[in-house]
């Protein structure tokens, strides 16, 4: 079987030296048909894939500037069936793999089975629903694993050891670390344990790690991605784009690129 295309644009970057870079926007912030050049921009920025946020009433990971963004969308009248139909529609001309986050009402509602179909004709790569507890996956991973879809997994700053290597070593795509013990948002410094954390969960998986919440500086893009494979950026974009602030993006790229070449 050939290589999934998360899997392909993630060996390509680090293959440079690079480290990954996958930023977070809401879609349908700004409305649904905003979505395309969104995407397109960050793609011709150097992102390595795009995760997108799917608007819901009640974000339980997010933090205030998400939350924010969610509420625009919904007010715009976006849903999971409205951004599957437009990536569906604009598939072709999209290069760069796209992973959902969602919660899991929405994908019940859709009906799974046709949720992880729509994901396949809309081009999308892997999903990410943080309200999924380990021992309730089976609701979804058969169907997702129909279509070759990845679910990616969220490890925990507190959870044990022993849940972090069970978390590991099922995830799919990649493993997301999270860095901070509460929801997403921009932060000032992390917690000290935070790069050994990182280093452990490296040793228990062969799935590229990448470190996400709280993430919004290139300062910390190149610290965090000393530790692991690349980072997860999304209050910081959300406001960017929101604000028409673009030039604060590429910074927080850039700093994932190999720095020794050339």
């Known amino acids: ?12 970057t680090l293959s440079k030296g690079d480290k990954i870079f996958v930023p977070y926007i809401m879609a349908g912030d700004g409305g649904i048909d905003a979505l395309p050049e ?10 390595t894939a795009i995760e997108l ?15 924010a963004a969610g509420l ?32 899991l009402n929405p994908i019940y509602n859709y009906g799974v089975e046709a949720f992880a179909l729509a994901c396949e004709q809309a081009g999308v790569d892997g999903v990410i629903v943080p ?11 058969p169907s997702l694993a129909d279509y070759q879809i990845a679910l990616i997994r969220l490890a925990a700053l507190t959870s044990s050891k022993q849940r972090l290597e069970k978390i590991a070593t099922q995830t799919e795509g990649f493993l997301y670390a999270v860095t901070v013990t509460g929801t997403t948002g921009e932060r000032a410094t992390f917690a000290d344990n935070v790069t050994v954390y990182l280093e452990q969960l490296k040793t228990m998986t062969d ?11 290139p300062e910390q893009v190149r610290a965090l991605s000393e530790h692991c494979d690349g980072v997860v950026v999304g209050s910081k974009i ?12 590429k910074p927080l790229i850039q ?7 050339n």
């Open 1 to 12: 079987m050939p290589k999934a295309k998360l899997e392909q644009a993630f060996e390509q």
């Open 38 to 47: 969104q995407i397109q921009f960050l793609q011709e920025q150097g992102a």
């Open 53 to 67: 946020g799917i608007p819901f009433s009640d974000p339980v990971a997010d933090g205030p500037t998400i939350q």
């Open 72 to 103: 625009r969308a919904l007010a715009e009248g976006v849903s999971l069936r409205s951004v599957l139909n437009k990536l569906a529609e604009t598939k072709q001309g999209r290069s760069i793999p796209i992973v959902l986050m969602t919660y």
């Open 131 to 141: 309200d999924l507890p380990l021992e309730e996956e089976g609701l979804l991973t």
């Open 207 to 217: 799935t590229p790690v990448l470190a996400g919440f709280g993430v919004s500086t």
């Open 238 to 249: 959300v406001a960017s784009l929101h604000e028409n602030n673009r030039t604060e993006i």
């Open 255 to 261: 700093a994932t690129k190999n720095r020794s070449a």
